[in-house]
């Protein structure tokens, strides 16, 4: 009997990753072979960014340092461990001007470097495919095959940054011939994709060696600058996919709400196929198909079922029993294989005759990434083209915007630069929501189709919380900041455009004051400055300027936000008096209202 199942098909490589994961603590340096004396492990760092290559330690563990010294440059790392196939998630704090790089086998470097700031990065900026080289090559045309990173999407040094890379291993015959090269499949820096299936067609610069290898090391570079490691998480995908083999079909035409009884239908055609499709039935009309196989499983386990069936409903059975339950158009299942040989029933009902017929299929295991058992057509479920807005031709842009808490800010402007410095403001409570740099908006949300009125930002976002009032009047240092505008007479009246398209001045009333609120993005791109003019009684009243779990003074009127998410620095003003207090558990970074205030936010 055929049990139903349907699902619509996401192609995330990760997302139903049965692998298991390595996850390296740094509670000691047992995971790497002889390492050099310059790795040490430490409970935290802090940058100090008016000082090149300076990281200062805090005692503990759990975070991973290499200090160089002038009398030890430092060397490579090297994991006990070899590789193949495998994703990567890893979290990294450079010092001022630092250099170092992660070597996938130990031959394939992904850049790390201090790269603050950089309009239009380079391969060797951080988070791009470092070059080849040939030294045989005059000067100039040395390094090649170099990729550089779709943008820059970096943080400022002593800021945490994240990667993630997902790669495959390059193919050998049974001699020991490559027959494939590696490639990257994925890398996200600061959650943003800088990289996509990109073929790397032999060792970067500076290799362990010149030969490929199907397994090898991962690799931290250790000589060339002042770098800190935490949360370093490995999963290897190394067991051999499942494969359907003896796979046939059976076309009915015809609507069909239920599966038929099979051996009371004439079929209008039949054959063998070496993957799943609907390719045989036309773009168009109303049919069921019926497919039986053998799955072919090596690796006993857990195994993660996708399916995909547009215009129409799906049944499937492996070994006579239902993968799932049926349920409307879609599913995720899972079912615990033995290794070798399964019987595999699968139809396909289509009852929508004015849709395309597109039959998609992935399966995932242990130590087995999601492999496609279907054709091209599971390209169909990829979704629309994405609708982009350039900031040079639209610099602001009224929208929602859903932020972390499952908050939507409802009245959201959201301003770009040429800088690529951005932000967005919430006009119903005069609060700065967030901050990126790189690329603007992701529109597709807002304009396709019907659309739900949101956009995205397209860079490294910097989130500052659930928006609230700026301004508060408060009792004393103990009264609870207002989590809404009830009682503060708020009221908005919108903003004003300056010389620029994107030179925005945010204007509203609260507590009787006349607020004019400025952001200005940097001309470094290293930030943004913010600029309040303030009219009427300041008396009892107060400017929150950071709430996060953490906030650290790190003195001269600089602090360091969350866990090490930005920086802000207020100016020059010594009557500003900021005070650090702990609310509702949170920390806040309070300072007396002033007729004109002025700080910024790196990051």
């Not at 509670?27 to 390492?35: C, H, I, R, S, V």
């Not at 340092?65 to 060397?75: A, F, Q, Y």
């Not at 000067?139 to 095959?145: F, P, R, V």
């Not at 950071?546 to 001269?556: E, F, N, R, Y």
């Amino acid at each position: 009997m055929i049990g139903g199942i349907v699902l619509l098909l996401f192609l995330v490589p990760s997302a139903f990753n049965a692998a298991a994961q390595d996850t390296v603590s740094f509670t000691d340096l047992e995971a790497f072979e002889k390492p050099g004396k310059t790795w040490q492990v430490a409970g935290d760092v802090i940058a100090d960014l008016s000082e090149k290559g300076r990281l200062d330690i805090i005692d503990g563990s759990g975070v991973l340092v290499n200090l160089p010294t002038d009398k030890d440059n430092g060397r490579d790392l090297f994991t006990k461990a070899t590789y193949g196939d495998l994703d990567l998630e890893v979290e990294y704090l450079v010092a001022s001007g630092a250099n170092s790089g992660i070597y996938l086998q130990g031959m394939y470097e992904i850049q790390i470097l201090d790269s603050w700031g950089i309009t239009t990065p380079r391969a060797a900026d951080n988070g791009g495919i470092y070059e080849r080289w040939d030294e045989r090559q005059p000067e100039g045309q040395k390094g090649y095959q170099g990729y550089a990173p779709r943008q820059n999407a970096s943080k400022a040094p002593g800021l945490w940054q994240t990667l993630s890379v997902s790669f495959r291993a390059p193919r050998f015959d049974a001699a020991g011939k490559k027959i494939e090269n590696a490639r990257i499949l994925f890398v996200r820096l600061n959650g943003v994709t800088i990289h996509e299936d990109v073929e790397l067609f032999g060792p970067t610069r500076g290799a362990m060696a010149a030969e490929e290898v199907s397994r090898g090391p991962l690799r931290i570079q250790g000589d060339h600058g002042t770098v800190a490691f935490r949360n370093l998480r490995i999963t290897a995908f190394d067991n051999p996919a499942p494969e359907l083999r003896d796979l046939s079909y059976a076309l009915y035409r015809g609507k069909f709400d239920a599966v038929p009884d099979f051996t009371a239908l004439q079929a209008t055609k039949s054959g063998s196929l070496k993957a799943l499709t609907a390719s045989m039935a036309g773009d168009a009309g109303q049919f069921v198909i019926r497919y039986r196989g053998q799955l072919d499983v090596q690796t006993a386990g857990n195994y993660s079922f996708q399916f995909n069936f547009p215009g129409g409903s799906g049944n499937v059975s492996i070994n006579g029993k239902e993968v799932g339950a049926s349920g409307g158009a879609n599913l995720s299942a899972e079912m615990y294989l033995e290794a070798g040989r399964h019987a595999f029933d699968l139809a396909y009902l289509k009852v929508q005759d004015w849709m395309a017929a597109h039959l998609g299929a992935e399966i995932a295991g242990p130590g087995i990434r999601p492999v496609t058992l279907s054709d091209q057509s599971l390209l169909g479920t990829r979704g629309p083209d994405p609708i982009l807005v350039d900031p040079n031709e639209r610099p602001v842009l009224r929208s929602f915007m859903d932020i972390p808490g499952s908050y939507r800010v409802t009245h959201a402007v959201s301003v770009g630069s040429p800088q690529q410095v951005n932000y967005t403001y919430d006009m119903d409570h005069g609060s700065l929501v967030q901050v990126w740099t790189g690329g603007f908006l992701n529109a597709t949300p807002m304009w396709h189709s019907r659309g739900d009125g949101s956009s995205r930002p397209m860079g490294a976002v910097v989130h500052l919380g659930t928006p609230a009032l700026s301004l508060a009047r408060l009792g004393s240092l103990e009264e609870v900041w207002p989590s809404d505008t009830l009682g503060s007479k708020f009221r908005t009246n919108g903003y004003r455009v300056g010389t620029e398209a994107h030179d925005l001045q945010f204007l509203y009333e609260a507590f009787d004051l006349q607020v004019e609120d400025s952001l200005e993005p940097l001309e470094d791109r290293k930030g943004i400055r913010r600029i309040l003019h303030l009219t009427g009684s300041l008396e009892n009243t107060y400017l929150r300027l950071a709430v996060a779990d953490q906030i650290t003074d790190l003195g001269k009127g600089l602090f360091l936000v969350g866990d090490k998410a930005y920086y802000l620095k207020l100016g020059g003003d010594s009557a500003l008096l900021p005070a650090i207090r702990s609310s509702e558990g949170q920390q806040e970074l309070l300072i007396p209202a002033k007729e004109n205030i002025a700080y910024t936010l790196w990051f």
